[in-house]
Nanobody, 132 residues
């Protein structure tokens, strides 16, 4: 079991930066595919970045590559997941969710093929608003 709490959203102007944080309290050991998704009203949740706790290999959506960085601190009972977002654009406006999945498969796929249904645990989401 993993309980995720994400935070760090806010309102910024285009070109600005934000850092999202996600704290995952877990009751069992194991490796997880960790990811950030985002969603705007009326659209499906889309993957932004992923990272595997067993190897720290990270993947990014083409739309954020070079601007966003996912990172992970893997402590004994707690996972700390981050998303550093630089050079933000108005189209980055969305509610961002951290997610954890017991399967390694989603972390082996390109972000565009990663599905929300493949993840088992979710944070409550944090709103990011970028104004032009």
């Amino acid at each position: 079991q993993v309980q995720l709490v994400d935070s760090g959203g806010g309102s910024v102007q285009a070109g600005g930066s934000l850092r999202l944080s996600c704290t995952g309290s877990r009751t069992t050991d194991g490796r997880y595919c960790m990811a950030w998704f985002r969603q705007v009203p009326g659209k499906e949740r889309e993957g932004v970045a992923s990272i595997w706790t067993g190897g720290n290999d990270d993947l990014y959506a083409e739309s954020v590559k070079g601007r966003f960085t996912i990172s992970l601190d893997n402590a004994k009972n707690t996972l700390y997941l981050y998303l550093q977002m630089n050079a933000l654009k108005p189209e980055d406006t969305a509610r961002y969710y951290c997610a954890a999945g017991r399967s390694a498969v989603p972390c082996m796929l390109t972000i565009e093929l990663m599905r929300a249904a493949d993840f088992d645990y979710w944070g409550q989401g944090t709103q990011v608003t970028v104004s032009s």
